[in-house]
């Protein structure tokens, strides 16, 4: 009885392979060498020649000229440019801290926009019990608005905000800011909140 058979099971049954079923096999697992034109993190510096995946090439390295094949008319070329140019090695720029004087000003320009600012918060109301708010304010969200609104960061601990603001209404809240900061005639920093509804 003769049978027919199909895709792999030709194969098994019978003794004869077909050379290309093997070949195929290393097909997704190919890397390609290329030449890059710039330093890459995690990858090499440029002029290098290292092994990449022919998709990762197509898509974002070639389209990009951040690499080319390494064959010998691209690889003679960067070789050429390398001679012309001489790339010196970048330096690491080290980071030097800002002087005290520096960090009291900015602290000071922004204890001033903080003090002379009202901040606007919009929030759904519980119906029939007045000027009740749905969600309570709470200091996170405080720090966002002022973050949004104001363009200044600050940090959780210069703002004094005791329990959660849950009615509508003006606030006066209480900044906590570094004692070299002069305060505004006499009086302590505070922030002007409004509550609004939504």
């Given at each position: 009885m003769a049978c027919l058979h199909y895709g792999k099971n030709i194969l098994r049954q019978s003794s004869m392979h077909h050379p290309l079923f093997y070949a195929a096999q290393g097909v997704r697992y190919r890397k390609l060498e290329v030449i890059l034109t710039t330093t890459i993190?995690?990858?090499?510096?440029?002029?290098?020649?290292?092994?990449?995946?022919?998709?990762?090439?197509?898509?974002?390295?070639?389209?990009?000229?951040?690499?080319?094949?390494?064959?010998?008319?691209?690889?003679?070329?960067?070789?050429?440019?390398?001679?012309?140019?001489?790339?010196?090695?970048?330096?690491?720029?080290?980071?030097?801290?800002?002087?005290?004087?520096?960090?009291?000003?900015?602290?000071?320009?922004?204890?001033?926009?903080?003090?002379?600012?009202?901040?606007?918060?919009?929030?759904?109301?519980?119906e029939g019990k007045g000027n009740e708010v749905r969600e309570p304010v709470t200091k996170e969200e405080i720090l966002a608005e002022i973050a949004r609104q104001l363009q200044v960061h600050i940090e959780p601990e210069n703002l004094h905000l005791p329990t959660a603001l849950s009615a509508l209404g003006e606030y006066k809240v209480p900044l906590r800011l570094p004692k070299a900061i002069p305060k505004p005639a006499g009086e302590e920093w505070v922030l002007n909140v409004k509550v609004r509804k939504r």
């Open positions: 993190n995690k990858l090499g510096k440029a002029g290098e020649t290292v092994k990449v995946a022919p998709g990762y090439f197509r898509n974002y390295l070639m389209p990009k000229l951040l690499a080319l094949p390494n064959i010998d008319k691209f690889a003679h070329l960067i070789r050429e440019q390398r001679k012309i140019y001489q790339p010196e090695e970048v330096e690491e720029v080290k980071v030097v801290s800002k002087s005290e004087e520096i960090n009291s000003k900015e602290y000071e320009f922004a204890a001033n926009r903080l003090a002379k600012a009202k901040l606007n918060i919009r929030k759904f109301i519980i």
